[in-house]
């Protein structure tokens, strides 16, 4: 598969929920950074990240376009979503919708994994949509 099929199999599978297929998809020694905290190193890490955020949050990802060159991506979409419980240090959920640009830089190794996966968004409109 070439970077841009993995890119776009692990979105894919993002918008279906199916976080075993993410996971499928990314090395054990990946790198997820994210808008706000520390990075997490590993798949381990990944996959409680993922959890959480299933657990707090309902996405997907509209208006997607995928630039793809070499062993580089870049993505950009919306994020149409739903507060479903309070996340630590975040407004109290009660079924919040919102929507905002996202994007997101991913690299993949030479065995077809994605070994980073850098997310952008705006918090700040994040806070003010759910009513912080």
Not at 19 to 26: E, F, G, K, P
Not at 27 to 50: S, T
Request: a negative charge; proline letters at 2%; charged letters at 20%.
């Amino acid at each position: 598969m070439t970077t841009r099929d993995v890119v776009t199999a692990y979105y894919a599978a993002f918008n279906t929920g199916d976080t075993d297929a993410m996971l499928a998809l990314v090395a054990d020694d990946m790198r997820h950074d994210v808008n706000q905290g520390e990075p997490r190193h590993g798949k381990a890490l990944f996959a409680e990240f993922n959890a959480h955020m299933t657990e707090c949050y309902r996405e997907q990802l509209t208006d997607m376009v995928i630039f793809a060159e070499g062993d580089r991506a870049a993505a950009e979409f919306i994020v149409n979503g739903t507060y479903l419980a309070t996340d630590d240090g975040l407004p109290a959920a009660n079924g919040q919708t919102y929507r905002l640009p996202g994007g997101a830089f991913l690299s993949v190794n030479a065995d077809g994994l994605i070994d980073r996966v850098t997310t952008y968004y705006n918090l700040q409109d994040w806070l003010a949509q759910v009513g912080a």
